[in-house]
């Protein structure tokens, strides 16, 4: 079982960062890919960016390349994304999340999330 908390979300102006971390429990292999999503009010959820596990490769949505980055520290079980030039658009809850590649296709673990809004 793995748990996830998400952290670092809050109120921002436009154009400004903030980093979002995500502290992962349980066992978490090699094999794991951890992800970040996001739901603004009356919206579908938004993939946002993920990582692998093993080798560190990256993968991000249109609307946030070049301007967010998502990076994990293994030695601490947290993964990270660091939101630079942010948007009122960027305004939602963020979710971390997890799946094992090994046994499964989608995540399957997700944090309670994290309220970021960003005023313009």
């Known amino acids: 079982q793995v748990q996830l908390v998400e952290s670092g979300g809050g109120l921002v102006q436009a154009g400004e960062s903030l980093r979002l971390s995500c502290a992962a429990s349980g066992r978490i292999l090699s094999t794991y890919v951890l992800g970040w999503f996001r739901q603004a009010p009356g919206q579908e959820r938004e993939f946002v960016a993920h990582?692998?596990?093993?080798?560190?490769?990256?993968y991000y949505g249109d609307s946030v390349k070049g301007r967010f980055t998502v990076s994990g520290d293994n030695a601490k079980n947290t993964v990270y994304l660091q939101m630079n030039s942010l948007k009122p658009e960027d305004t939602a809850v963020y979710y971390c999340?997890?799946?094992?590649?090994?046994?499964?296709?989608?995540?399957?673990?997700w944090g309670p999330g994290t309220q970021v809004t960003v005023s313009s």
């Open positions: 999340a997890a799946y094992d590649l090994a046994r499964n296709s989608r995540f399957n673990y």
């Open positions: 990582i692998t596990w093993s080798g560190g490769t990256t």
